[in-house]
């Protein structure tokens, strides 16, 4: 299973553009990457996730670069609602089973 | 729409007795899962369940853990002889189809204690 790599923390500032870096070099050809975030004492929620092309919607924007081997999460105006842990994923082969590492912590500051 | 439920969101027991959590995942999705997060910690894969197949139970850590979805909606995961360790929130999430192209969405958990 391809495995991902984050810094495990980043402050922002509110009101800008939030990029949260990923690597995943191991990742397979029929792989997608899935991005969640976890706010204190909720589940886990679902932001985007993409094969090969960028994605939006209306919550970030997705970057892939072009051989795959990492992406970009942009939160394009950060606010202080968007503190969280932010968890960059592989899906796994069967299932979608999906593996969280240890995620990136952000801190949006005023 | 409504997202997945699930029942109780606290529980307290004591070490040694059974208990039950409830998941209700969105209508008319055919995947389910089930996670555990210890305090501080990543989640933990435990269980999956695709439409009528065979559970995937590779990743419950005892037997003393079981889960079964009825009717192909309503999941329920059983503890046995609770201990300590096993405090946790546990989290149940559902999806489309179970697919890579299928974001699994969580609910909130229950968060268990054993005493």
């Known amino acids: 299973d391809a495995k991902t790599t984050q810094p495990p923390s980043m402050d922002c500032a509110e009101g800008r553009a939030a990029n949260l870096p990923c690597n995943h070099s191991t990742i397979s050809g029929n792989e997608y990457v899935y991005w969640y975030r976890q706010i204190h004492s909720q589940g886990p929620q679902y932001i985007i996730h993409g094969l090969k092309n960028n994605e939006t919607n209306e919550m970030a924007s997705l970057i892939i670069t072009e051989d795959r081997k990492s992406s970009t999460l942009i939160l394009p105006h950060a606010t202080l609602r968007d503190t969280a842990v932010y968890y960059c994923i592989v899906s796994q082969a069967a299932g979608n089973k999906l593996t969280f590492g240890g995620g990136t912590r952000v801190l949006v500051k005023p | 729409g409504a997202g997945v439920s699930q029942s109780p969101s606290n529980k307290v027991t004591e070490k040694g007795k059974d208990v039950e959590l409830r998941c209700d995942p969105i209508?008319?999705?055919?995947?389910l899962y089930w996670y555990r997060q210890s305090l501080g910690q990543g989640l933990e894969f435990l269980i999956y369940?695709?439409?009528?197949?065979?559970?995937?139970k590779s990743g419950l850590p005892s037997d003393r853990f079981s889960a079964e979805r009825t009717g192909g909606s309503v999941s329920t995961l059983t503890i046995q002889r609770t201990q300590q360790e096993d405090s946790a929130v546990y989290l149940c999430?559902?999806?489309?189809?179970?697919?890579?192209?299928?974001?699994?969405?969580f609910g909130n958990g229950t968060r268990l204690t054993v005493t």
């Open positions: 369940f695709q439409g009528n197949s065979a559970p995937d």
């Open positions: 209508s008319g999705h055919t995947a």
């Open positions: 999430a559902s999806s489309l189809e179970g697919g890579r192209n299928s974001p699994l969405h």
